[in-house]
């Protein structure tokens, strides 16, 4: 009968299912021995500074064990509370601006590279193999009060003697964007990699503009990607602190120089913990929100 399968015909596609089986088995026994190694650490060093929320310190400074809820009381003092407003007013700006940014570059790689599409994207990715501390360096001296960007705005009259972007929320903002918008060029290159350039056309066709094509086909079409690298920037930028440190003044430290204040300086680990422990309830929010938004278009892509 037609509804019967030829016997042989379902040990062919068996045959053929078992190795792959096999493989998937085979290739998730060798991820195993790395996770349960980061997983581990990951856990063990949460659970270390969760317990250090509540501990004390000693005469000289060093963390010992307890219950002591004194560190959690002082995330309200308004200095801490600053601080975190300001990391995240930093930390979002500085997706926005990347967003901009990387836009314009990874539509026209994705769109116009031709052949040198993998070139470019090299040519972006391979400078920040280099160390993330060097590079800050050296920006901080091209933003320097005698650095070449201030020469050459004073050059051609868009600036004085007096201008300055180091010390300044500028210079940090400046550092923060510079050292994680090939975050957000990767991920939005991939989503435009894969769009059809078909909608694109069929967009100008309906819309008639380029400015209105890119708002309802092109953006919409890769929003995946650009949620991705929002959060990619997001999470670094919110507790980075070399920034800060090295573009920034007083009045624009973040949440991270506190953090590496209270532990190496300032000999305060249930402090440090409990600033560490509320970063990461931020990070947590904005990740949760992120595979909210993710589980969502997948769903509306299954309909």
Request: charged share 15%.
């Amino acid at each position: 009968m037609a509804l019967l399968r030829h016997p042989s015909r379902s040990r062919s596609r068996s045959r053929r299912r078992g190795p792959d089986a096999s493989g998937a088995r085979i290739w998730s026994w060798f991820m195993l021995p790395g996770t349960l190694w980061m997983t581990g650490f990951l856990i063990a060093s949460l659970v270390l500074v969760a317990v250090l929320t509540v501990g004390t310190t000693d005469e000289l400074g060093n963390p010992r064990f307890g219950f002591d809820l004194s560190s959690i009381r002082a995330l309200a003092d308004p200095a801490y509370t600053e601080v975190l407003a300001r990391s995240l007013g930093y930390a979002l700006l500085t997706c926005v601006i990347c967003l901009v940014i990387a836009y314009p570059v990874a539509y026209t790689i994705a769109l116009y590279g031709g052949r040198w599409k993998h070139a470019l994207i090299a040519a972006i990715v391979v400078p920040f193999f280099a160390n993330y501390l060097v590079r800050m360096y050296g920006w901080s001296v091209v933003l320097s009060d005698d650095g070449p960007l201030l020469r050459a705005l004073r050059g051609v009259g868009l600036a004085d003697a007096n201008t300055k972007i180091l010390n300044t929320g500028v210079g940090v903002i400046a550092g923060l964007v510079y050292g994680f918008v090939v975050f957000m060029i990767i991920p939005l290159y991939a989503a435009l990699e894969r769009l059809d350039v078909s909608l694109i056309e069929a967009g100008r066709d309906l819309y008639g503009g380029p400015v209105r094509t890119f708002l309802f086909v092109t953006l919409p079409a890769t929003r995946q990607g650009a949620a991705a690298g929002l959060v990619l920037v997001f999470l670094p930028a919110m507790g980075d602190f070399v920034s800060a440190q090295l573009m920034g003044g007083p009045d624009q430290i973040m949440i991270g120089n506190l953090i590496q204040d209270k532990f190496f300086q300032g000999q305060n680990w249930p402090l440090g913990s409990a600033l560490t422990m509320l970063l990461m309830l931020v990070l947590l929010v904005g990740m949760l929100g992120y595979l909210r938004r993710t589980r969502k278009d997948e769903a509306e892509a299954r309909r």
